[in-house]
């Protein structure tokens, strides 16, 4: 029923950093604030209205202490402690383990918020990677498209279809030839380099010395 009763309060009457509080200061100077004693006073102090100040009294807290959740940016959040036991008060010692809870839950969070980070940009360098291959898989069928269709009509010539060659014109297509397969083998290279990392590998056996 305390814990429902504080979520409650927690939403009607959220921190106002503009507002002079222990809260608020904790905030603005990311120190630890305790309060062995939280007696009608500080209530008061810390109501923003009769509702509010009655709805606190309810709560029965006798000691409280509000420590900050701070990273590299500085204070992103504060944990309040309350004590409502009517024969306890919060030590030194209650304070003392209460800020080291806090710095871990602090550090978790951001590492939390670190790894949360590294996935995202895992995810986005995995799809600009795919991107990539993906644009040079078809730049390469693009390409591979005429280069067939040049060398398939240097083979023509060369076989002597359109007429016979003679040695100097024979020499220019051998040349068109040459250069047009050695493009052809470069295509295929990138092309390989896409298949390989989109895992698409094809696998073709040649004899080789």
Not at 99 to 106: F, K, S
Request: proline share 2%.
């Amino acid at each position: 029923e305390l814990e429902r009763t504080s979520l409650s309060v927690s939403r009607q009457y959220p921190i106002e950093l503009n507002r002079d509080s222990a809260a608020s200061r904790v905030f603005a100077t990311g120190e630890a604030v305790f309060m062995p004693e939280f007696d009608t006073e500080a209530m008061r102090s810390w109501a923003r209205s009769e509702a509010h100040f009655r709805t606190m009294q309810r709560f029965g807290l006798r000691s409280t202490i509000i420590a900050p959740l701070s990273g590299n940016d500085g204070v992103f959040g504060i944990v309040c402690f309350g004590c409502t036991s009517p024969d306890r008060r919060f030590t030194e010692r209650d304070f003392l383990f209460a800020c080291e809870l806090v710095r871990r839950m602090a550090l978790a969070i951001a590492n939390a918020s670190l790894y949360r980070d590294a996935q995202t940009a895992r995810i986005a360098a995995e799809h600009a990677s795919r991107a990539k291959s993906q644009f040079l898989a078809v730049m390469s069928h693009e390409l591979r498209t005429p280069l067939n269709g040049v060398l398939g009509y240097a083979d023509l010539l060369t076989a002597g279809v359109g007429g016979e060659l003679n040695a100097v014109h024979l020499e220019y297509v051998h040349r068109i030839s040459r250069s047009g397969r050695h493009l052809l083998e470069l295509v295929e290279q990138v092309l390989g380099h896409a298949r390989a990392e989109s895992t698409d590998e094809e696998v073709q056996l040649h004899a080789v010395d």
